[in-house]
């Protein structure tokens, strides 16, 4: 018997992976946590229900959400992770050696724990000794920090469950003022794809921009998210993501996706998404 993984895109529209064994399945205190094996993508993690992460294309999301930032911030050394559980965005962050100090901040230990066992891939620099880990809600985190960090990471589950937090006003506000006055803000921002996802892509950006002084996003293909068309928003108080990218290629990071014409064209959107965007921008005039 065929044993077939399958997230629901929409009511209409699943995407399934063949599964060759389950590797992990429980509950934590927040969600049902999942690891499965599989040929095609290797070892993938699902929160319920909803692919998280895959071996295969992991890369894609975490060098996009990594170092798009570091390349613009000329001296980025402390910074703020949210969520990102699975260790993905701590291991791209600490192959800088100009990072002094990294405080992830995720709700549920459990799926550190989880990662740590089953996906060593993306879990594997939790020791390095400028990680510091609190196993806590983000949103009451942030709350008490003021002008504390060079760039925030926002490596949230989607707008529902544990991560709907992490999509309010009142969160991108706290993130406004934990950051320094150069500081960076970066969301995964969802897809403009389909319907129920771009609504969600565009309430969290008239919130973003409603609080933030510059304000754009960017894309990637990441073949495992929903339709593979991903967004990430870039937030600044000071530094344009185009205008103000440095000299990246100083650090001598190998990287498999990102580089810096890469960089520079994931901020040209297609004309639909830039519709989307704008309309909401507009609402908040």
């Known amino acids: 018997m065929e044993l077939w993984f399958t997230e629901k895109h929409t009511e209409n529209v699943g995407f399934s992976i063949k599964v060759d ?31 998280m992460l895959t071996e295969k294309d992991e890369f894609i999301y975490h060098e996009m959400i990594v170092h798009v930032p570091m390349a613009v911030h000329p001296n980025a050394e402390k910074i703020l992770v949210i969520g990102a559980g699975d260790g993905g965005v701590v291991r791209e962050l600490t192959r800088y050696d100009t990072v002094r100090h990294i405080d992830l901040v995720e709700i549920d230990e459990k799926v550190i724990d989880i990662c740590k066992e089953y996906l060593p891939q993306t879990a594997c620099r939790f020791d390095d000794e400028r990680v510091h880990i609190y196993c806590q809600d983000g949103l009451k985190f942030i709350r008490k920090c003021e002008n504390e960090y060079d760039i925030i990471i926002v490596d949230s589950t989607d707008p529902f469950g544990p991560g ?57 293909h990441i073949p495992t998210y929903p339709s ?50 704008k309309e909401v921008e507009i609402d908040n005039k």
């Open 164 to 220: 709907e937090g992490l999509f309010t006003k009142e969160f991108y506000g706290n993130c406004h003022k934990a950051l320094k006055n150069d500081g960076i803000l970066i969301n995964q921002h969802e897809s403009p794809f389909y319907e129920q996802d771009a609504i969600a892509m565009q309430q969290a950006h008239k919130r973003i921009s409603g609080t933030f002084e510059i304000c754009k996003v960017y894309q990637a």
């Open 21 to 51: 064994k389950q590797l992990y399945g429980g509950q934590s205190d927040f969600q049902h946590i999942d690891v499965f094996e599989s040929a095609e993508f290797g070892r993938f993690l699902a929160l319920d229900g909803f692919v």
């Open 228 to 277: 593979g068309h991903w967004l990430f928003g870039f937030s600044s108080k000071k530094y344009h993501p185009v205008n103000d990218l440095g000299d990246w290629e100083k650090f001598g990071i190998k990287t498999r996706y990102y580089n810096k014409n890469l960089h520079m064209g994931a901020f040209a959107l297609p004309v639909y998404v830039e519709d989307m965007l």
